[in-house]
């Protein structure tokens, strides 16, 4: 990290700068960007003096890594502070451990009275994958979004990048790391109170990195060096900023004391109890007896002799093989020593337990004092971010070609894939807009929300859940994995997350507005059309899913329906490109003839009643005059062909 200190002003003044020079390159649901690269994830809301709000990150497919971060933020905010205070406080650790990113989100923008309008994504740079590690370090560098932002401590992700490789820390990796903990040690020392540094430095970085010296058993001078350095370093930082720094050090000391004398203790019972078990398969070999179960009970016999069943199971067997043997009596030198072993290993554990249990409690407490610090400080009900706002608007071209045309679009809560036959999940069209184009290329649009069993659930509120907290059965459990109760059952037919990515519509969207019947739609539809009619249709979900919507609403077995859901219906076919590159290698002689060519077509199809004045493109207006009345009047080229008749001359 540079050394000179940096001021949150000029932080924000970076960042300014880059999205304004990369706001062409914002990422949305709509975009397709799979490319690789460096990636700001920002929050349009720069008012604080302590948190400059970004995330730096690297992606190898930007599209996909900006599904998962807003995904997650979509999540949480079906969330109230109530069931959100249980995955931070109500057991030992948090729920969201590993994954406080979009918890840091999440607190700025409600603190801050943000909505999901505000949250935004834009490439800084794109980058082969090979790249992506060394460019990240330098807008690591330049932003310092592990002090200012949401970002985590570059020391703690170096870290995990070895925990996860299958080769051990080398010279090389060691010193690589101990350069970057210094970084953040100093980086810390600056910025302490800026961000969310206290809670990375409390939470994430070591209080102890003799860890390294088992690494590697053999440090060159110069990584000693450096290791003494950041150990120094570290050791000052954590008594300037912790209080509770050197009595944690003295109980966490006391316990590795304690642990060293326990599994001396522990490795001597073992071994005793082993050579134990060596002599009795000796001795059940001989008497051609042996049986692995049987020598176990007689071992477990020994070692808990609080429960008699192992030995009442001991002597089963050997009354089913006839053997009238006492091995206690036989072997009673041999438990003597085991007995012996027993109860010193148990001597020991008991002062070991004790300090253990005040480590852990301690840690539980500092802990719950952390979390504090990345959960947001004001009560908030479900959708306390709103919604986005998307342009719901049905894009059409003013053609000849879309005269006469129905143009829909249906936004459906889920896709109607369950993983899950134990919970429903059933799909609703909770929007319905359409587009009607006239002969006469009048337009109808109209946008409906559906009165349906998903809508109506929305309006009165449901409670959501984070699903795998409350599954027993998940051994990894899933964050941001959000389910609801509905009559007090877990239910999963609302609008997902997913879906809600998509187009943008929840809860807090369909709050309060009007629920009409998809039946009267459909009927208020089939009154403008007729059989000539050409549609275009689009879906948030698939057209499987379209029709059980359909299922759901009653209304699959209607005519037109089938024909809706069979694509069937006359589709509306798309304007043709133009090649641009040949237009412009059209000649002059070619367009007079093409304006002569216009006028006669004008002509034939008015039955000689209209007259162009002049032409200039197929795309502009012409100015037309009527043989009849003389009535002149601009139009669209195009339109003329459509209407080839006078204004004037129509009305009487």
Excluded at 251 to 270: D, I, M, P, S, T
Excluded at 346 to 372: A, F, H, M, T
């Amino acid at each position: 990290m540079d050394n000179s200190l940096r001021t949150i002003d000029d932080i924000k003044f970076q960042v300014k700068q880059l999205i304004q020079e990369n706001s062409h390159r914002e990422v949305t649901p709509a975009t397709k960007n799979k490319s690789s690269g460096i990636y700001m994830l920002y929050i349009d809301h720069f008012t604080s003096e302590r948190i400059v709000p970004i995330y730096v990150g690297q992606a190898k497919d930007i599209q996909r890594r900006h599904k998962q971060h807003f995904t997650e933020i979509l999540a949480l905010n079906r969330l109230s502070s109530d069931e959100y205070n249980k995955y931070f406080f109500l057991n030992s650790s948090s729920f969201y451990e590993g994954k406080f990113k979009a918890c840091k989100i999440f607190k700025y923008m409600l603190e801050n009275d943000c909505s999901l309008q505000n949250l935004h994504m834009v490439v800084l740079e794109e980058v082969e994958h090979e790249y992506l590690d060394a460019k990240e370090q330098e807008y690591f560098k330049r932003l310092l979004p592990s002090f200012f932002g949401f970002n985590q401590l570059n020391s703690l992700l170096k870290l995990l990048s070895f925990r996860f490789s299958d080769e051990q820390m080398n010279n090389t990796d060691i010193g690589s790391y101990l350069k970057i903990l210094l970084d953040d040690i100093r980086g810390v020392n600056s910025y302490y109170n800026y961000g969310f540094t206290q809670f990375n430095f409390e939470h994430s970085m070591p209080t102890d990195i003799s860890f390294l010296l088992r690494e590697q058993e053999q440090m060159d001078c110069d990584i000693d060096l450096k290791f003494k350095e950041v150990r120094s370093s570290l050791m000052k930082l954590c008594e300037q900023y912790k209080p509770d720094y050197r009595e944690v050090q003295r109980l966490n000391e006391k316990k590795n004391r304690l642990y060293e004398v326990y599994k001396n203790a522990k490795e001597e019972c073992n071994r005793a109890l082993d050579l134990l078990t060596e002599v009795i398969s000796g001795k059940f070999e001989d008497l051609q007896i042996y049986d692995e179960d049987a020598i176990n009970d007689f071992i477990c016999s020994i070692k808990y002799k609080n429960n008699p069943d192992y030995k009442v199971q001991f002597r089963k067997y050997l009354k089913s093989k006839k053997c009238k043997l006492d091995f206690y009596q036989i072997f009673n030198e041999q438990i003597k020593e085991v007995n012996t072993k027993i109860k010193l290993k148990d001597y020991k554990q008991g002062p070991y337990n004790e300090v253990l249990d005040l480590s852990i409690e301690k840690e539980d407490k500092l802990r719950s004092e952390r979390y504090k610090m990345i959960f947001p400080t004001c009560q908030f009900d479900s959708f306390s971010l709103k919604d986005i706002a998307n342009d719901f608007s049905i894009q059409t071209n003013d053609d000849q070609n879309f005269f006469n045309t129905s143009h829909i679009q249906l936004y459906i809560s889920n896709n109607a894939i369950n993983r899950s036959f134990e919970y429903r999940k059933d799909p609703f069209i909770i929007r319905f807009d359409y587009c009607y184009i006239d002969i006469d290329g009048n337009k109808i649009e109209k946008k409906y929300y559906i009165d349906n069993e998903t809508n109506r659930e929305c309006q009165s509120g449901i409670f959501y859940i984070e699903k795998d907290y409350y599954n027993m059965f998940a051994i990894k459990k899933e964050k941001f994995k959000i389910s609801s109760i509905i009559n007090h059952e877990i239910d999963n037919s609302f609008i997902s997350v997913l879906a809600e990515y998509k187009h943008g519509i929840n809860d807090y969207t369909i709050k309060n507005k009007q629920l009409i019947k998809l039946s009267t739609v459909l009927e208020e539809i089939q009154k403008l059309v007729d059989d000539e009619t050409r549609f275009s249709i689009k879906v948030s979900e698939s057209y499987k899913c379209l029709e059980n919507c359909m299922i759901n609403e009653g209304i699959k077995e209607d005519a037109w329906i089938e024909k809706l859901l069979t694509k069937k219906l006359p589709k509306v076919k798309k304007k043709r490109r133009v090649n641009k590159k040949l237009l412009r290698e059209v000649n002059v002689d070619n367009k007079v003839s093409r304006e002569e060519s216009y006028k006669q077509k004008v002509l034939k199809r008015s039955d000689n009643a209209v007259n162009v004045v002049n032409y200039v493109s197929s795309r502009e207006k012409v100015k037309a005059q009527c043989n009849n009345c003389g009535y002149e009047w601009k139009i669209r080229s195009d339109h003329l062909l459509t209407r080839p008749y006078c204004p004037l001359c129509r009305k009487k």
